[in-house]
């Protein structure tokens, strides 16, 4: 059995390609036409999570959970496929939606731009300045494409196994030596192949079974799958829906077991107004993203504040019922809500996979505590600029205070906004002072290393006045060194991200 | 005072002029509903609309095909695409060709409304009132 995936672009003849593959190695070939169509029909909102792309790339929460959606029913889409025999697919990037797979074919069909610049004159009718706008137009799309599905490069050469420049061969000859590239021992499927794909088959149907199920389809999920047991991971703001994974997926084929297990990394940021635009925004992402963290968002506002805007502010994303009439929903006046930034900033977490829940509290700090679920595993709590209302100092004090009670009573490390990049985050300043740290350890031991004999001698020696001085100079060395040595390495393990 | 905007739909689904209908005309705008692409072109041909909206997916003719006719008529009109089976390719086919919005659904009547809004700005009318009650 046989996965082939092309990944081709606007009129660069990889449709065409795929298709003489596909005859000549006499196997179904399929289209990302045909995956859209099934997916539509399924009701995901395909067309929304496209034009986002055309709209700059960003993906709302309700947009980031129809992505999970779409990505599942792909996976699933084409693993029924290929467990039916071989098969060629022809699409964006095919084999993203395969990983672990081995023994996939991964080819990448490029052209000539004169060739793709005149092939979209003729089929679309339009004169050469807007069809290399519509050219550069669609590639940027499909770059943000790939990026916001799978995190990666489109263009990396390293996600492919082969790329055919179609400029030097014709479409005929071009299947012709796939076919036999296509029949090599490296591109069969093996036992462990066969597993990855059964097991991704069933993770990503337990996916669409929970996005198609009313008690579930508004959560995050992640869903891997193993001989059977299917682990789902949920956000801690979704824990209400926990009690509900195993009914919904104890009717799917395969099932052995199901684990519903809360995400083990998160991080709390608490702030009185948020910006995605910001410093800090950045600062948090980063983090999260070394972690693979969530990022919960807190807005805390002084208590007493108006409860209306805090219950508006604190609703989870509506989402509409699937299959609205013709496309047209609901035409609900969503009420104004003046929110400190917390949607903004969640709609822009969600757009880089990083959302885990957003809500607003108007209490005291000690009240703030009762807000705060405890049995959410944080791994760290960031608290940004709070208590706008006080003056600098009492601010300042304020500040300190709350971080210290949340690190009291949560039992986690927290830092204030300010700190997360020092503490976290390797900077312009940590490498010059890596560095700077490093030449002292190296001049440290040349120095040692270079003068062994006299080295030996000044702690070998035998008046007890000398033996004083040895030991005062160990005394003194020893710990320098230790704190130039230990600050390179944690630097450099802060570097490499294993801090 | 500025005379009402005229609006085309044309979209094979009924429910889709049904809802929309009202939900323009609330805001002042004269609306025109078609589902019969060929009925709709007609109509085109009869008259200039100030803004027409149409699906791309449709039985014989397509929504960029309506764009192509309604431009070669008159620049003038501002062209809204709506479709539930949009990919990055047919936007930017509409974007291209002139099309003054891409509307992926499902949305709100109050979405293509804001687009509307825009596209009546860009027509030199003041646009759509933030309070159409007053």
């Excluded at chain 1, 006499?26 to 067309?47: H, M, N, S, T, Y």
């Excluded at chain 1, 504040?305 to 609703?315: K, L, R, T, Y």
């Excluded at chain 2, 309506?66 to 949009?86: M, Q």
């Amino acid at each position: 059995m046989q996965i082939i995936c092309i990944s081709r672009g606007t009129l660069r003849g990889g449709k065409e390609l795929a298709e003489g593959l596909a005859h000549r190695l006499g196997v179904p070939c399929l289209g990302r036409e045909d995956l859209i169509e099934a997916a539509f029909r399924d009701g995901i909102q395909v067309g929304k999570l496209e034009t986002a792309m055309v709209k700059g790339g960003r993906l709302s929460e309700r947009l980031a959970i129809e992505k999970e959606h779409y990505l599942a029913f792909s996976t699933a889409f084409l693993c029924d496929r290929a467990r039916e025999g071989s098969l060629v697919y022809h699409g964006r990037t095919g084999h993203l939606l395969l990983p672990g797979v081995e023994h996939l074919l991964r080819i990448r069909v490029v052209a000539d731009p004169e060739f793709r610049l005149r092939a979209v004159m003729r089929d679309l009718g339009i004169p050469r300045e807007k069809a290399r706008r519509y050219i550069e137009d669609v590639d940027e799309d499909r770059r943000r494409w790939v990026h916001a599905m799978y995190g990666v490069s489109w263009e990396d050469a390293a996600q492919y196994d082969l790329i055919v420049n179609l400029h030097a061969f014709n479409i005929e000859n071009a299947a012709a030596a796939l076919t036999g590239v296509a029949q090599l021992p490296d591109f069969q499927m093996s036992p462990a192949s066969l597993k990855a794909l059964d097991d991704l088959h069933l993770a990503a149907r337990a996916r669409v079974l929970l996005a198609r199920d009313d008690r579930t389809r508004a959560a995050s999920f992640k869903v891997t799958g193993s001989s059977g047991v299917l682990t789902v991971t949920y956000l801690p703001h979704s824990a209400a829906v926990a009690p509900a994974i195993p009914k919904v997926l104890e009717a799917l084929e395969g099932v052995r077991e199901v684990r519903a297990t809360m995400a083990a990394t998160n991080i709390l940021w608490i702030e009185e107004a948020f910006d995605p635009a910001s410093e800090s925004f950045r600062h948090v992402v980063e983090v999260a993203s070394k972690w693979g963290a969530a990022v919960e968002l807190l807005r805390l506002c002084p208590a007493g504040a108006d409860a209306d805007e805090v219950a508006a502010a604190s609703a989870p994303a509506a989402t509409p019922p699937r299959g609205a009439a013709g496309g047209i929903e609901e035409d609900v006046e969503e009420p104004v809500v003046v929110d400190g930034g917390l949607s903004a900033t969640a709609d822009a977490l969600a757009s880089v996979g990083r959302s885990g829940g957003a809500r607003t509290v108007c209490a005291s700090s000690d009240r703030l505590i009762e807000a705060i679920d405890r049995t959410v595993p944080y791994s760290l709590v960031v608290v940004g600029d709070v208590y706008l209302s006080k003056g600098h100092a009492a601010r300042v004090r304020l500040v300190r205070e709350l971080m210290g009670f949340l690190g009291e009573r949560l039992k986690v490390p927290t830092v204030g906004i300010e700190d997360l990049k020092s503490r976290y985050l390797f900077g312009r300043a940590d490498l010059v002072r890596m560095v700077g740290f490093l030449a002292l350890v190296v001049l440290v031991f040349a120095v040692v290393f270079t003068n062994q004999e006299a080295v030996l001698r000044f702690f070998a020696a035998e008046e007890t006045w000398a033996r004083v001085l040895a030991a005062a100079a160990a005394f003194v060395i020893i710990p320098v060194v230790a704190y130039l040595y230990g600050t390179v390495a944690s630097l450099w393990l802060k570097w490499i991200r294993m801090e | 005072m500025n005379r009402p905007l005229s609006v085309l739909i044309l979209d094979d689904e009924p429910i889709v002029g049904k809802r929309l209908k009202p939900a323009v005309e609330k805001v002042g705008f004269e609306v025109e509903t078609f589902e019969d692409p060929a009925q709709a072109l007609r109509r085109l041909g009869e008259r200039d609309f100030d803004i027409v909206v149409t699906d791309v997916r449709m039985e014989e003719v397509s929504g960029i095909q309506v764009l192509e006719h309604v431009l070669s008529r008159s620049r003038r009109t501002k062209v809204i695409i709506i479709t539930g089976y949009a990919t990055v390719e047919v936007a930017r086919e509409a974007l291209v060709k002139g099309a003054f919005e891409f509307l992926a659904k499902p949305f709100k009547p109050s979405d293509l409304r804001a687009v509307m809004d825009r596209a009546a700005r860009a027509l030199g009318h003041p646009g759509i009132p933030k309070t159409p009650e007053e």
